[in-house]
């Protein structure tokens, strides 16, 4: 399982929709969504702010991932952004990856 940080902005007409249903009730659609893709829920934050909204959640993979980013912007009620989150780890792997990078004017 991979794991990511959603963060989310309501446009006008998302909002509207989150003072009519609530917090909790969109808390529960996104729950259920990202479940019915084969992830899990870790949290759900509601924020004030430029973001209103950070969900840290596990799905299968990126393209999982993708595919739900894609159905949620699709649908017009918020603008998303997808993190991919790593754990200390799997940095401590990348680290030991053999990479030769030169760097511009070098």
């Given at each position: 399982?991979?794991?990511?940080?959603?963060?989310?902005?309501?446009?006008?007409?998302?909002?509207?929709?989150?003072?009519?249903e609530?917090?909790?009730?969109?808390?529960?659609?996104?729950?259920?969504?990202?479940?019915?893709?084969?992830?899990?829920?870790?949290?759900?934050?509601?924020?004030?702010?430029?973001?209103?909204?950070?969900?840290?959640?596990?799905?299968?993979?990126?393209?999982?991932?993708?595919?739900?980013?894609?159905?949620?912007?699709?649908?017009?009620?918020?603008?998303?952004?997808?993190?991919?989150l790593?754990?200390?780890?799997?940095?401590?792997?990348?680290?030991?990856?053999?990479?030769?990078?030169?760097?511009?004017?070098?």
């Amino acid at each position: 399982m991979a794991k990511f940080l959603v963060t989310a902005t309501y446009t006008i007409p998302g909002m509207e929709g989150l003072a009519k249903e609530g917090g909790t009730a969109r808390a529960e659609v996104i729950g259920s969504l990202i479940e019915n893709a084969g992830g899990q829920v870790e949290a759900v934050y509601y924020a004030l702010g430029q973001v209103d909204l950070y969900v840290i959640c596990e799905v299968p993979d990126t393209v999982t991932a993708a595919a739900l980013g894609i159905a949620v912007r699709a649908a017009g009620g918020v603008d998303t952004r997808t993190v991919p989150l790593l754990t200390a780890e799997e940095i401590d792997a990348a680290v030991r990856l053999p990479i030769t990078y030169q760097p511009p004017g070098h």
